[in-house]
């Protein structure tokens, strides 16, 4: 394989990270990119010794100018409580983060790829959702900075490949966990695992009879790649995630479970415009990328990722 120069936007959070060192893993020259927001130079602190690997500070707003052969566009905070503290700086760097990258792609003649995500399809009405459904969204809703933000990212993608012939490919993530996701960031593994290795109650939200699909951070970094290194001609979008579903009390208990805690599962009101199930259907990325498909279990990488908590509590 040739070595290649790649850009990651938003290389220094949880999957970019994850990212970062499989390139680097399998010989590319990487720019990590990232303004620190939600991700932390703790985070690729193991790979600064590497001279492969380079760490820029730098918001996606603004132009950036690089000489790149791939960009992943990851640059966005993730979690509600994040990308819901600042809307109005979300959708910036949704769209503008989107542009610009798109733009340094165009001079460049760089491929890029999009992390979308599985909320363009909002609160869905379809069950489990394949790519050609379009969704059901509240634009002016809480999530919307988010959702909305990443739908115009991906109209910015399709019409960058459409009018200026960039080779782009979109994915679309569903919720993904594992190592090196933020302790504070309220996402329901990570919260879970940690009120439970304290032997604190467990939050539930609603009844905890909504659903999702949790998929493994190193089963979406196999998709990723697999992705990027496509036929031109495919642009996507494509589901990535893991679509054995459990509700949020199931994997409550599994947690309780899994860490022998003491912890007992309460039951807390449900955030405003919480979706009731989430499921990919992941036909096209089995499909079209050579077979993928989750391999690890969500009883595995709780495992895993029990054991970063515990080495980071
Ligand atoms: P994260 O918050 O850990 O990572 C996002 C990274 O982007 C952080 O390092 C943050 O500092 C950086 N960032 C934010 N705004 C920026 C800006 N304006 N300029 C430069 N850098 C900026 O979240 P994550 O879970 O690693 O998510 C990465 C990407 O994957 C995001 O685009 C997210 O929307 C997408 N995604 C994640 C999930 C998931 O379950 N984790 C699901 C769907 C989509
Ligand atoms: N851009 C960038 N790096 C580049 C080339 C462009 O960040 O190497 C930015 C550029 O500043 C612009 C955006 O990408 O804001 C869109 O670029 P495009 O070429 O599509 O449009 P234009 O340059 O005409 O605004
Ligand atoms: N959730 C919960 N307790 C928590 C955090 C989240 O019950 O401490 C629920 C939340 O209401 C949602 C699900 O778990 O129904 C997944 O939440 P998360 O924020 O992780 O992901 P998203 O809603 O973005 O899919």
Not at 79 to 86: A, C, K, R, T
Not at 166 to 177: D, E, H, L, S
Not at 252 to 269: C, M, R, W, Y
Request: net charge negative; charged share 25%; hydrophobic share 35%.
């Amino acid at each position: 394989m040739s070595k290649k120069r790649v850009l990651v936007t938003g290389g220094a959070g949880f999957l970019g990270s994850h990212l970062c060192e499989r390139l680097l893993n399998d010989g590319h020259d990487v720019i990590c990119l990232d303004n620190f927001f939600t991700g932390t130079k703790g985070n690729v602190v193991h790979l600064l010794n590497n001279p492969f690997f380079e760490l820029v500070r730098h918001d996606v707003i603004a132009p950036y100018y690089a000489e790149v052969d791939e960009i992943y566009n990851l640059a966005c905070p993730a979690s509600p409580i994040h990308y819901q503290y600042n809307p109005i700086k979300t959708v910036k760097t949704s769209v503008m983060g989107a542009i610009n990258m798109l733009g340094l792609a165009k001079r460049v003649k760089a491929k890029i790829l999009q992390a979308s995500t599985s909320e363009v399809y909002g609160d869905p009405l379809v069950h489990p959702q394949p790519e050609e459904y379009w969704g059901n969204v509240n634009p002016i809703g809480k999530r919307s900075c988010y959702d909305e933000g990443k739908r115009c990212a991906e109209t910015l993608f399709m019409n960058y490949h459409y009018q200026n012939d960039v080779r782009i490919k979109i994915v679309r993530i569903f919720n993904t966990y594992g190592p090196r996701m933020k302790e504070a960031d309220g996402r329901v593994v990570s919260n879970f695992i940690i009120q439970a290795l304290r032997n604190e109650d467990i939050a539930v939200y609603g009844d905890g009879l909504q659903t999702r699909s949790f998929q493994y951070v190193d089963d979406l970094v196999e998709g990723l790649i697999r992705m990027m290194a496509t036929d031109d001609s495919l642009t996507g979008p494509i589901n990535l995630g893991n679509p054995t579903e459990f509700s949020i009390l199931e994997l409550a208990q599994k947690v309780i479970e899994l860490t022998s805690s003491k912890s007992k599962i309460v039951f807390e009101p449900l955030p405003s415009d919480d979706p009731i199930q989430r499921q990919p259907n992941i036909d096209r990325a089995k499909a079209l990328l050579a077979g993928w498909e989750p391999q690890i279990q969500l009883e595995d990488g709780l495992r895993k990722t029990i054991d970063y908590f515990k080495s980071t509590l």
